[in-house]
């Protein structure tokens, strides 16, 4: 007893040296304060995934070197983004780890194991975004759909919330979304017939305080959107992190596609709200607005993308509250984030599907015949790699597949919804023979992918105008997302293994290196006494990088 | 161009096929022929010959030898499209007889080609190639290991082909053979180099990333090229593989389709 005692003693000296007063609701909201943390899986409520740090300058970059390594006991993709809270990084290792480690020197304090239940069934990889904070309480989606609450100082769990049932389809990959004294968080199984839902729980007992259908259901507006029974079963999952603006009490998200993905003859209608972004006020759940990119999609055209929060200065002197889009059916998009106006949009990449938008922001379809190409192809313009805005250049910057098509094949005759099945309604294949088809999307053996099939891309867009202001071209494609800093250096990866720095003003290419695998999450920066260090993963494995000392 | 050569072949008693078959299969663009509703040659025959080693024994070899089936009518209570019947064949179908399969995309495409045209073609009138007298075309009057290489043997400035059975289809193989330059795929696409100092390199691309682009050369040496080194890097549209519609005979062309359909890779 005595020895538990002094040993608790010790522990507490070691964490007020450790760790800094806890993550309050306060300091989430104004995270922007603090840039030597990152406190949400995009940096801020924003999500703009721009850091205010600014030792690492266009003039200095070239002196990074590695500082650490840490490598995930884990064979699949590393798409978390870590969090830094004073000095102390948070991290998951796929599918749901949980691992504290030393943010200046990679050593590791604790990993929390969990083991998802054998029934998940995740369709595109065991894969985990990472984990959101408030307090001194961490909160992790799991891919079985639970909703585990750990001690940060621990990693021991706190309390386990079953948020859907695995064996239907139901999973989660998402980072949690810490608002006030909730935890929101959203289903993934669009590939499963799912009906899906963002829920928010009590960060503090895990219990369900509100629940939003992303379809609605009989008797709510937009359930008319669905044929018949359609809406039972019509996917409309969740599996990226929102966004929030605390002045308006809004929470953003994008919503995935309706299902069966390739057939809508079997669920015509809008299908609302599938990829849409749906504005809930965060107190409640309650739908405040929502746009849709794609009525009833035939091409998994999923909007599943960060919703980008702006404030823009307009032509004629005004601020304006706008949401930056760049969906995965190739369209940029600007819209009032008050009120969900549609305000400008414009394709990014080569778009056949729609000849398009009108007045309202609604594109205008233009279906191609069977067996021809449809621009963008199944995985889309650009697809869930985190954007950035950056407000010194007053530019929006995306990861964009160009050139880069496919050929949708939907089921002549509807397909039976089984619990727990795949619903997929046809399928989408490659528009160039040989090349990798879904489901095997990524490139698999070297040179299985050409040129002849698309290329990655880093695109600066002016949001004002969705105008292209610089575009730097990479043969293979990119799954990266982007990070750029107040010293206006913009940072991403790609398929081809490397990591790059930017001149975010001009597009030139200031530095690379090569890590040797996909770089498939967001790089984030941080820093700890007087370093900035920036953090890239690539295959299974977090770099972090500083300056040389 | 394609629909003439295939009228030639025709007449040459290549496959003695009914006519509507034929129409459907010169019909399409390479392109459209990946896909439902077109089916060649090739495949057919391929599949005649899986169906008759795999299928005939339960189904029958008119194909409605099982009360309720009749895979030659074209409508399946199982399946719709080409995607589901492969789905059926390669999974069974679950408490019935129907057992499942272990057949490559290549023998699921022969088999859908052969099982849809059953209806318009008698398959006693297919001609089958025979795997061995092509493997002696391929060694001799082909001499297509001078480019190419199976199991080790060989040259390597052209693709690999020691499992090239089980990675395409008999159709695919076949355009190979006569129109290796329309048929080319993107990743096969032979590339030229010229360094800054003038030297030459041309080969095979192995691999090929924004900066740099992985090759074996001419002298089937692996090289890593900087592009920023090159003053001239070019992909190539054309094949170096000559065409051999008019160097083989209808038979021999039969032949080394069924010995290149039997490279199924090295155990
Ligand atoms: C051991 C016997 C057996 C073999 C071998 C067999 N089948 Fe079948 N197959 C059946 C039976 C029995 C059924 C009907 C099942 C039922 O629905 O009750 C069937 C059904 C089918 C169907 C579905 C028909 C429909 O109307 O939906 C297809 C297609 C089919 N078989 C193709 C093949 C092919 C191609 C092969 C060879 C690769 C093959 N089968 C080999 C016994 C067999
Ligand atoms: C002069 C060199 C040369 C000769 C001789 C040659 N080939 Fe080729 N072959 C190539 C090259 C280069 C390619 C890759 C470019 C292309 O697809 O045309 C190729 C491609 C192929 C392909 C397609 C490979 C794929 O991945 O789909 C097949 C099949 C093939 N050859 C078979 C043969 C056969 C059989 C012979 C002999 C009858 C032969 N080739 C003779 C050079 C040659």
Redesign the pocket.
């Known amino acids: 007893m005595a020895r538990s005692v002094a040993l608790t003693c010790v522990l507490s000296l070691l964490l007020t040296a450790g760790l800094g007063a806890q993550v309050t609701a306060d300091r989430l909201r104004n995270a922007e304060s603090e840039p030597h943390n990152w406190l949400t899986y995009s940096g801020s409520y924003a999500s703009t995934r721009h850091s205010l740090l600014d030792q690492i300058t266009p003039s200095n970059v070239d002196d990074l070197e590695l500082k650490w390594v840490f490598q995930a006991r884990s064979l699949e993709n590393f798409t978390a983004t870590p969090l830094v809270v004073d000095g102390i990084m948070y991290v998951t290792q796929a599918p749901n780890d949980v691992v504290a480690l030393d943010a200046a020197t990679g050593r590791v304090f604790w990993v929390y194991e969990y083991t998802p239940s054998p029934e998940s069934r995740p369709c595109c990889g065991r894969v985990n975004r990472g984990v959101g904070i408030l307090g001194d309480t961490l909160f992790m989606a799991t891919i079985d759909a639970q909703l585990i609450a750990l001690d940060a100082v621990t990693g021991r769990p706190i309390w386990k919330t079953a948020v859907g049932e695995p064996s239907q389809g139901y999973a989660m990959t998402v980072a949690p979304l810490v608002i006030d004294d909730k935890v929101v968080v959203g289903v993934a199984g669009g590939e499963y017939g799912i009906r899906g839902y963002i829920a928010a729980y009590d960060a503090a007992t895990g219990d369900e305080v509100w629940r939003f259908y992303t379809i609605p259901g009989p008797g709510e507006p937009g359930n008319d959107t669905w044929a018949g029974d359609s809406w039972r079963y019509g996917g409309a999952s969740v599996w990226l992190t929102g966004s929030y603006d605390p002045e308006l009490n809004l929470t953003y998200w994008g919503i995935g596609n309706p299902g069966p993905d390739w057939n809508p003859a079997q669920r015509r209608g809008d299908n609302l709200y599938s990829d849409s972004v749906v504005a809930l006020d965060a107190d409640t759940g309650e739908l405040r607005w929502y746009f849709q990119f794609t009525p009833n999609d035939p091409y998994d055209y999923d909007a599943v993308q960060i919703p980008v929060l702006a404030d823009i200065e307009t032509a004629d002197g005004q601020v304006v509250k706008v949401m930056l889009w760049a969906n995965r059916n190739g369209f940029f998009y600007a819209l009032d984030r008050t009120t969900g106006r549609f305000i400008n949009g414009r394709p990014f990449v080569t778009v056949n599907w729609a000849e398009g938008l009108d007045d309202s922001g609604r594109p205008i379809q233009t279906p191609q015949a069977p067996g021809e190409v449809t621009y963008p192809g199944v995985q889309g313009g650009t697809n869930w790699y985190s954007p950035s805005y950056n407000p010194g250049t007053g530019l929006f910057y995306l990861s964009a597949w160009e050139n880069y098509g496919a050929i949708f094949e939907p089921s002549s005759e509807p397909e039976e919804y089984r619990p727990g099945q795949l619903f997929l309604g046809g399928r989408p294949m490659p528009a160039i023979p040989g090349a990798a088809a879904p489901p095997a999307l990524t490139r698999g053996h070297v040179n299985r992918w050409t040129e002849a099939v698309g290329n990655g891309a880093v695109i600066a867009l002016d949001p004002r105008t969705g105008e292209q202001r610089w575009k730097f071209e990479m043969t293979d494609m990119t799954t990266s997302g982007i990070l750029t800093t107040a010293s206006d250096v913009l940072f991403t990866g790609g398929r081809e293994g490397y990591f790059y720095a930017f001149d975010a003003s001009d597009g030139e290419l200031l530095w690379r290196t090569t890590l040797g695998g996909v770089v498939h999450n967001g790089p984030m920066s941080y820093q700890v006494d007087d370093a900035q260090y920036v953090a890239a993963a690539a295959g299974n494995v977090l770099f972090v990088f500083g300056l040389r000392d | 161009m394609r629909d003439s050569r295939m009228r030639d072949r025709r007449h040459a008693g290549f496959l003695a096929l009914a006519a509507a078959v034929l129409l459907a299969a010169s019909g399409g663009a390479l392109r459209a022929q990946e896909h439902a509703g077109q089916y060649e040659q090739a495949d057919i025959e391929f599949g005649a010959r899986?169906?008759a080693d795999?299928?005939?024994?339960?189904?029958g070899t008119e194909g409605d030898a099982?009360a309720?089936?009749?895979?030659r009518s074209g409508?399946?209570?199982?399946?719709s499209s080409d995607a589901e019947?492969q789905a059926?064949?390669a999974n069974?179908?679950p408490d019935?007889?129907?057992?499942p399969?272990e057949?490559t995309e290549a023998e699921l495409s022969g088999?859908?080609a052969?099982?849809r045209t059953m209806g318009d073609v008698d398959p006693a009138t297919l001609t089958v190639g025979d795997a061995g007298r092509g493997e002696a075309v391929f060694l001799g009057k082909g001499d297509c290991l001078s480019c190419h290489r199976v199991a080790g043997r060989g040259s390597r400035s052209a693709p690999d082909l020691t499992d090239i059975g089980a990675v395409r289809s008999a159709g695919a193989l076949e355009r190979s053979l006569l129109d290796p330059t329309g048929s080319m795929l993107p990743v096969n696409r032979p590339v030229r180099a010229v360094t800054r100092d003038g030297r030459e390199l041309s080969g095979r691309r192995l691999n090929e990333d924004t900066f740099t682009v992985q090759l074996i050369d001419q002298n089937e040496r692996l090289v890593s090229l900087e592009k920023a080194d090159l003053q001239e890097y070019t992909v190539l549209t054309t094949s170096p593989m000559p065409s051999y519609e008019d160097e083989l005979s209808e038979q021999e062309l039969s032949d080394l389709l069924a010995y290149l359909l039997s490279l199924q890779g090295v155990d």
């Not at chain 2, 795999?54 to 189904?59: E, K, V």
């Not at chain 2, 019935?96 to 057992?99: D, G, L, V």
């Open positions: 899986l169906y795999n299928c005939s024994a339960c189904h099982i309720g089936v009749s895979l409508t399946f209570s199982n399946a019947l059926v064949i069974g179908l019935t007889a129907m057992p399969g057949y088999l859908v052969f099982i």
